[in-house]
T-cell receptor, first 111, second 115 residues
Framework: TQLLEQSPQFLSIQEGENLTVYCNSSSVFSSLQWYRQEPGEGPVLLVTVVTGGEVKKLKRLTFQFGDARKDSSLHITAAQPGDTGLYLCAGYSNSGYALNFGKGTSLLVTP | DTGVSQNPRHKITKRGQNVTFRCDPISEHNRLYWYRQTLGQGPEFLTYFQNEAQLEKSRLLSDRFSAERPKGSFSTLEIQRTEQGDSAMYLC?????????????FGSGTQLSVL
């Protein structure tokens, strides 16, 4: 099983602060995906990173895929209360069927 | 935008009872997934269907769990003789094609509470 370790597990910050969350594995992935999940809802895809060293920006969110394709990070600039949620990274198993998720980083942004 | 629909949204049952959940994927999606999620954890893969064929099952899917997808449309997940440890959110997801960067569309889940 290809495990995805996410850190930190919990993060509570004030509006306007910057933050970075991490997704690490000892395995190589062809791609990694980042999802955000709000309470009582299913995860929603934010981005997919494919190429080692790739950086993708989605408004105030910056995603990076490690050169070796074993890790990824998500940086949020000037966090807003609307960013509150569970951030999950995910990668496909060797079988190619199962999309496996990390345990997530629970982010709380207070006004 | 019909999205992935799951019913019921909430289910409370007594230990030992059987429960069945339904998932209606996005209509043109031929791939369907079931996940289980407990509080503070990420979704855990349970099983995967391509059309009506169940191609992969997790070791988490014990003999008490069975999933079907007749005619490759909606899917059902049945849990027999429920246990308190089965309490969780059960999520269904669907996707259109197994491209390299396949995007999964999730439903809102069925929250199961076993008393």
């Amino acid at each position: 099983t290809q495990l995805l370790e996410q850190s930190p597990q919990f993060l509570s910050i004030q509006e306007g602060e910057n933050l970075t969350v991490y997704c690490n594995s000892s395995s190589v992935f062809s791609s990694l995906q980042w999802y955000r999940q709000e309470p009582g809802e299913g995860p929603v895809l934010l981005v997919t990173v494919v190429t080692g060293g790739e950086v993708k920006k989605l408004k105030r969110l910056t995603f990076q895929f490690g050169d070796a394709r074993k890790d990824s990070s998500l940086h949020i600039t000037a966090a807003q209360p609307g960013d509150t949620g569970l951030y999950l990274c995910a990668g496909y198993s060797n079988s190619g069927y199962a999309l496996n998720f990390g345990k997530g980083t629970s982010l709380l942004v207070t006004p | 935008d019909t999205g992935v629909s799951q019913n019921p949204r909430h289910k409370i049952t007594k230990r030992g009872q059987n429960v069945t959940f339904r998932c209606d994927p996005i209509s043109e999606h031929n791939r369907l997934y079931w996940y289980r999620q407990t509080l503070g954890q990420g979704p855990e893969f349970l099983t995967y269907f391509q059309n009506e064929a169940q191609l992969e099952k997790s070791r988490l899917l014990s003999d008490r769990f069975s999933a079907e997808r007749p005619k490759g449309s909606f899917s059902t997940l049945e849990i027999q003789r429920t246990e308190q440890g089965d309490s969780a959110m059960y999520l269904c997801a669907s996707s259109l094609d197994r491209a390299t960067n396949e995007k999964l569309f999730f439903g809102s889940g069925t929250q199961l509470s076993v008393l």
